[in-house]
């Protein structure tokens, strides 16, 4: 295993409340995301990215709520471009790249970049799929933001990127859903190409951490509502998106899992949140709940436990109930809700959300 061989001296190194003093913005080098001239530009992009826009036709009208769905993976694909563009910048700046992005071994770099190099060309072609729908329908395409990315070392940058790998396959999951109870259908098998996409990359940044490539036999769900908050919390400079009210999802308060390298086993782990925006919650902890998405299963709802207000922070304990064979591996979502449920899917957590997703990963 050379990436693994590759990582060591790095592998400890998780993604860090590091913020960069410029943050990424658009437009690349290659002028995306705008496409003047398609035969070459978009040639050239095709050709990195080893394959095509897709050439089928798209029906005439979709609902309001299957644009909803496109503009937030137009959203999601446009910040997945900076990061790996950013990323390949760190990677290849100077002989060695820039400090805490070194990787020593040559055979072991050119397979890095190589991938990186395919994976930031598939991603572009990913946003502007989503965007060229989004014009067919009439709607506007979404624009970039700027993003920092919270990270400084190549390592982290792999957890980070599986992590919202993760959440990207989980969210893919409801937006197929969507499609087929809005009466759209035949966008499904695009997004079905997507996935299996975001899942073959997700395997190489898993085998680059030392772990197996596939995480879980039936991956974590995740909600459109999910995805859009942690996108907006944890990337998305405030103020720089020229068209995000047109993405018609909320953005939770913050959920921040203050323990960290969670092992797995059964444990209680430490969150914390700010209500330095609405006082009136700290009234009302004894009403709330924190639940864990996990898998396929049905929302997992553990009670607040030693809850301390300091200033603004709330600060409290909840039960992770590890279990190797049924709940916490892989990826699982965290959030505090306003009832104790039951829950009987992601989309029933995301409607009683106050404060999420909290993002935990365990294998």
Do not use: W
Request: hydrophobic share 40%; with cysteine.
């Amino acid at each position: 295993m050379i990436f693994a061989a590759a990582l060591a001296a790095l592998v400890m190194v998780s993604y860090l409340p590091f913020v960069s003093a410029a943050p990424f913005s658009f437009p690349l080098s290659n002028g995306f995301p705008t496409i003047s001239n398609p035969s070459t530009q978009l040639t050239i992009i095709e050709q990195q990215a080893h394959g095509s826009l897709p050439s089928g036709s798209l029906p005439p009208t979709i609902s309001d709520n299957s644009k909803t769905s496109l503009r937030l993976v137009a959203f999601n694909e446009l910040f997945e471009v900076a990061f790996f563009t950013e990323l390949i910048s760190n990677i290849t700046n100077s002989t060695g790249g820039t400090q805490g992005y070194e990787i020593e071994d040559r055979s072991t770099r050119k397979t890095v970049l190589d991938a990186l190099n395919a994976v930031v060309a598939q991603e572009e072609l990913h946003a502007l799929n989503a965007n060229n729908a989004l014009a067919n329908f009439k709607s506007n395409p979404i624009q970039p933001c700027k993003y920092d990315f919270p990270v400084d070392a190549f390592s982290g940058a792999m957890v980070l990127a599986s992590t919202f790998t993760d959440a990207v396959l989980g969210t893919l999951q409801e937006v197929q859903t969507l499609f087929a109870t809005d009466g759209d259908a035949s966008l499904i098998s695009g997004v079905g190409s997507i996935i299996g996409q975001e899942g073959e990359q997700n395997g190489f940044y898993r085998n680059m951490l030392g772990k197996i490539p596939s995480a879980l036999p039936f991956l974590t769900t995740m909600t459109r509502e999910f995805a859009f908050s942690s996108l907006n919390q944890d990337f998305v400079v405030p103020g720089s998106c020229p068209n995000i009210d047109e993405i018609d999802l909320p953005v939770f308060a913050t959920l921040t899992v203050v323990t960290p390298d969670i092992q797995p086993k059964s444990q209680n782990i430490q969150f914390s949140f700010d209500t330095s925006k609405d006082k009136a919650i700290e009234s009302r902890l004894s009403g709330l709940s924190l639940v864990y998405i996990n898998q396929q299963n049905n929302p997992v709802v553990e009670n607040l436990q030693d809850v301390q207000v300091q200033n603004s922070t709330v600060l409290f304990t909840a039960q992770f109930p590890f279990d190797e064979a049924t709940f916490g591996n892989g990826f699982t979502i965290a959030a505090v809700t306003n009832s104790s449920g039951p829950f009987s899917s992601a989309g029933a957590v995301a409607n009683a959300t106050l404060f999420g997703p909290g993002l935990i990963e365990i294998n």
